[in-house]
């Protein structure tokens, strides 16, 4: 079975200022996908960003980017120019890419809480 | 195009009442999947549903069970309440066209059980 781990419970940055956020997952399959999911205080789901496991390329979006090592299973989110609207829970999230039944069942780490100070 | 849409919100519920929950995907969307997310276990995947056909179930009690209907809107029925099943009950939608698919969330029903 699959296994997400974010390490860090808790982390804070200045408005402005780039955070990483870090997460490792285990898995035996060689095609999947990573999450980055962002949870805000009205518990709404948001996904941040995605990376195909077959591309070598790190995804971006805007602000967001991720350093994917698929070698040593690690997928970390970057936030650059942090702004107070990014204070939020964030998830990891892996997902196969050949479910039982094209099932796309996600396995979330425990999340990771992040403030933003101004 | 409207996003997922979870009723109700907020749920009291005493033990041993049963609750049904549910979860209307963004149009077009088959597949809906259920989460259940509490401060001790965190995310975990309940079930899973495509085309009215569960594919994929996660590791809960029987209590615990599901369906989704022609129009894709699912519905969840929790059976003979623990306090233990209080927790934000999410689902999530996608196209489930190819294996490329994203997942959108709903804003979830919060469940207290007392």
Known sequence: AQTVTQSQPEMSVQEAETVTLSCTYDTSESDYYLFWYKQPPSRQMILVIRQEAYKQQNA???RFSVNFQKAAKSFSLKISDSQL???AMYFCAYRSAWGQGGSEKLVFGKGMKLTVNP | KAGVTQTP???IKTRGQQVTLSCSPISGHRSVSWYQQTPGQG???LFEYFS??????GNFPGRFSGRQFSNSRSEMNVSTLELGDSALYLCASSLAENIQE???FGPGTRLLVL
């Open chain 2, 43 to 45: 995310l975990q995947f």
């Open chain 2, 52 to 57: 009215e056909t569960q594919r994929n179930k």
């Open chain 1, 85 to 87: 609207g990014d204070a």
């Open chain 2, 9 to 11: 919100r907020y749920l």
């Open chain 2, 102 to 104: 994203t997942q959108y």
């Open chain 1, 60 to 62: 971006t979006e805007n």
